[in-house]
T-cell receptor
Framework: DAKTTQPNSMESNEEEPVHLPCNHS???????IHWYRQLPSQGPEYVIH???SNVNNRMASLAIAEDRKSSTLILHRATLRDAAVYYC????????????????FGQGTILTVHP | DADVTQTPRNRITKTGKRIMLECSQT?????MYWYRQDPGLGLRLIYY???????NKGEISDGYSVSRQAQAKFSLSLESAIPNQTALYFC???????????FGPGTRLTVL
């Protein structure tokens, strides 16, 4: 699986937007970009995913660069509850491939939200 | 009620003991997974199962075994626990089409 690079940590103030970057320069055409987050003392939680176009859901937005070599997770108004480790993960969706079921978690970005 | 539950939530045991961690889900998913998390190492896949008759090793399966008793139940066993198996263990489930994974709350295991 192609690798991702994220900053170790970021800080934000409550109610401000947060842009979490992810670089994936070796991404392949069948790699989907997934984001998960892990709140303190909890299991990881799915946030959003996309392939080429920007995506929005109730939790966040995902902006994908035109060349797909980078992406940004956008939290429009950070709350204290958004403080977590955010993981950017590439997943190959070739049907039938043995890597289909695996999520490979890197170190992620620790997001701190200040009141 | 939580969709993915794990029991026990915390366990302290001694070296050499057999331990079973249990996972149950009410999401109706066919796919289930076991991961362990260690500080600084992220989550690593131990075993996964795409249906009741399908069991696959992950990247760190040595020292572990699993049992898929039913679609809703997936157990992880440590036949003879050792201290470096001290970790946080997570169970997850996913559906087929999107393979979005839903994680349980975790089991903190300490092997003395």
């Amino acid at each position: 699986d192609a690798k991702t690079t994220q900053p170790n940590s970021m800080e934000s103030n409550e109610e401000e937007p947060v842009h979490l970057p992810c670089n994936h320069s070796t991404i392949s055409g069948t790699d989907y970009i997934h984001w998960y987050r892990q709140l303190p003392s909890q299991g990881p939680e799915y946030v959003i995913h996309g392939l080429t176009s920007n995506v929005n859901n109730r939790m966040a937005s995902l902006a994908i660069a035109e060349d797909r070599k980078s992406s940004t997770l956008i939290l429009h108004r950070a709350t204290l509850r958004d403080a977590a480790v955010y993981y950017c993960i590439l997943r190959d969706f070739n049907a039938g491939g043995t890597s289909y079921g695996k999520l490979t978690f890197g170190q992620g970005t620790i997001l701190t939200v200040h009141p | 009620d939580a969709d993915v539950t794990q029991t026990p939530r915390n366990r302290i045991t001694k070296t050499g003991k057999r331990i079973m961690l249990e996972c149950s889900q009410t999401k109706g998913h066919d796919r289930m997974y076991w991961y362990r998390q260690d500080p600084g190492l992220g989550l690593r896949l131990i075993y996964y199962s795409f249906d009741v008759k399908d069991i696959n090793k992950g990247e760190i399966s040595d020292g572990y075994s699993v049992s898929r008793q039913a679609q809703a139940k997936f157990s992880l066993s440590l036949e003879s626990a050792i201290p470096n198996q001290t970790a946080l263990y997570f169970c997850a489930t996913s559906d087929g089409p999107t393979d979005t994974q839903y994680f349980g709350p975790g089991t903190r295991l300490t092997v003395l």
